[in-house]
């Protein structure tokens, strides 16, 4: 069966500092991989997505960068955090998964909580 | 640009009713919507995916419709229990190989004991 992991689960970072937050993906190839912020008040925001090594598409413009160094591995990272940059950060691949009604689908980690203070 | 609304914000009832979620979208281009779960603090776990093509999918005490040409999905909850309380998303996902899902802010379940 197909896993997605993140970390950290909880991060809290001065204005300022830069920022690596990790997520893999197991049991799958070649999936598309996805990165979603919410904010207080707000919904979830698509911020990139990948369909493989070395390509990424941004959908907002952001002090944010994402990266794929491996197939099931996506990073999301920025040099200098702002204050508007806190969130709950999710991961997310994207694929046909067996044993499902083989329809696409995402499936998402379990986040991470960034506080910038 | 598509839109996805939510309606109500906030849901408060006592434990057995039946309830009705309401999704809307503004662009019915759609590949297929998701309805998620979320705990406090945690991510998102899917309830049901309902594609483009189908009208209904059901899992357990859960129904969810889709009316694409109104632009509509509606998340049937039935004998609600305390431990459905939770926030329930909706999202719509427009198909092209790698677009992301767009979500609505969600409806804050709470079922009282």
């Known amino acids: 069966s197909q896993t997605i992991h993140q970390w950290p689960a909880t991060l809290v970072q001065p204005v300022g500092s830069p920022l690596s937050l990790e997520c893999t993906v197991e049991?799958?190839?070649?999936?598309?991989l996805y990165w979603y912020r919410q904010a207080a008040g707000r919904g979830l925001q698509l911020l990139f997505y990948?369909?493989?090594?070395?390509?990424i598409s941004s959908e907002v413009p952001q002090n944010l960068s994402a990266s794929r160094p491996q197939d099931r591995q996506f990073i999301l990272s920025s040099k200098k955090l702002l204050l508007s940059d806190s969130g709950f950060y999710l991961c997310?691949?994207?694929?046909?998964?067996?044993?499902?009604?083989?329809?696409?689908?995402?499936?998402f980690g379990p986040g991470t909580r960034l506080t910038v203070t | 640009k598509q839109e996805v609304t939510q309606i109500p914000a906030a849901l408060s009832v006592p434990e057995g009713e039946n309830l009705v979620l309401n999704c809307s979208f503004t662009?019915?281009?759609?590949?297929?919507l998701q309805w998620f779960r979320q705990d406090p603090g945690k991510g998102l776990t899917s309830l049901l995916l309902?594609?483009?093509?189908?009208r209904e999918q059901t899992s357990g005490r859960l129904n969810a419709s889709l009316d694409k040409s109104s632009g509509r999905s509606t998340l049937y909850i039935a004998a609600s229990q305390p431990g459905d309380s939770a926030t329930y998303l909706c999202?719509?996902?427009?198909?092209?190989?790698?677009?992301?899902?767009?979500f609505g802010k969600g409806t804050h379940l709470i079922i009282q004991p």
């Open positions: 990948s369909v493989g090594i070395g390509q």
């Open positions: 049991g799958t190839s070649n999936p598309n």
């Open positions: 309902i594609q483009s093509s189908q």
């Open positions: 997310a691949w994207g694929g046909v998964s067996a044993g499902t009604s083989g329809y696409y689908e995402q499936y």
């Open positions: 999202a719509v996902f427009p198909g092209g190989g790698a677009d992301g899902l767009t």
């Open positions: 662009d019915s281009a759609i590949y297929n």
